[in-house]
C-alpha cells in the first residue's frame, strides 16, 4: 500500500514541476472527493463547419445512446438518473461498442447548458450546439474514435442548421 500512494505521490510531484499550480491543484482534484475539492482549468472551443478526419473502424458498431444503456455504461460511472436526464433533455448521446462495451462517447445539447469544468452556462445559440461528455477508453485511445463521433454528431445537427460546433475540454487533460 505504501508503495502505491508514494508512486501516486512522485506522479503529482512530477505534474507539479511541469504545470506549476495549475499542475498541482488538477492533481489534488483528482484525490480529493469532488464535494469537498473541485479544480479545472477550461478551454472553450468552437468551429464552424469542422473539418474531422474520422477513419473507417468497421470493428465498432455506432450507435445513439438509448435509455437501458446503463448496463454498458456504469462501469464508467453513469447512473439511471444521468442517462435519462440527459435523454429527456433531448441531448444525444452517440457510442461506438465492440464485443458489449463501449470504447468511446460523446454527448451533444442544444440550448444552454451548464458547464461543470467552468462553472458557467453556456449558450451555443440557435445556430450551433454543444459537445460534452467525450470518452475513450484507455484501450481505445489514439484511434481516432472521437472523430467519428463527432463527425456523426456533427451531420445530424448541421442537417438542422446547426453549424457551429462547440466543446470545452479541461486543459490538464493528458488524453
Do not use: C
Not at 473507417?56 to 438509448?66: D, G, I
Not at 454527448?107 to 449558450?123: E, I, M, N, P
Amino acid at each position: 500500500m505504501g508503495l502505491i500512494i508514494f508512486g501516486k505521490f512522485k506522479n503529482y510531484i512530477s505534474l507539479f514541476k511541469q504545470r506549476k499550480i495549475d499542475g498541482l491543484l488538477d492533481a489534488l482534484a483528482w484525490i480529493v472527493p469532488q464535494w469537498l475539492f473541485y479544480y479545472s482549468h477550461s478551454i472553450l472551443i468552437g468551429a464552424d463547419n469542422p473539418i474531422w478526419e474520422s477513419r473507417p473502424h468497421p470493428e465498432y458498431n455506432m450507435r445513439f445512446v438509448e435509455a437501458d444503456d446503463i448496463r454498458f455504461l456504469a462501469k464508467d460511472g453513469f447512473t439511471d438518473r444521468k442517462i435519462i436526464s440527459r435523454l429527456e433533455a433531448g441531448d444525444k448521446g452517440l457510442l461506438m461498442e465492440r464485443d458489449e462495451e463501449v470504447h468511446a462517447i460523446v454527448w451533444a445539447a442544444t440550448g444552454k447548458k451548464y458547464l461543470k469544468l467552468s462553472g458557467a452556462v453556456f449558450d451555443p445559440g440557435r445556430d450551433g450546439f454543444f459537445m460534452y461528455g467525450a470518452y475513450t477508453d484507455e484501450r481505445a485511445r489514439k484511434m481516432g474514435l472521437f472523430f467519428n463521433l463527432g463527425e456523426k454528431i456533427y451531420d445530424l445537427y448541421s442537417a438542422q442548421g446547426m453549424k457551429k460546433a462547440w466543446s470545452a475540454i479541461n486543459a490538464n487533460n493528458p488524453a
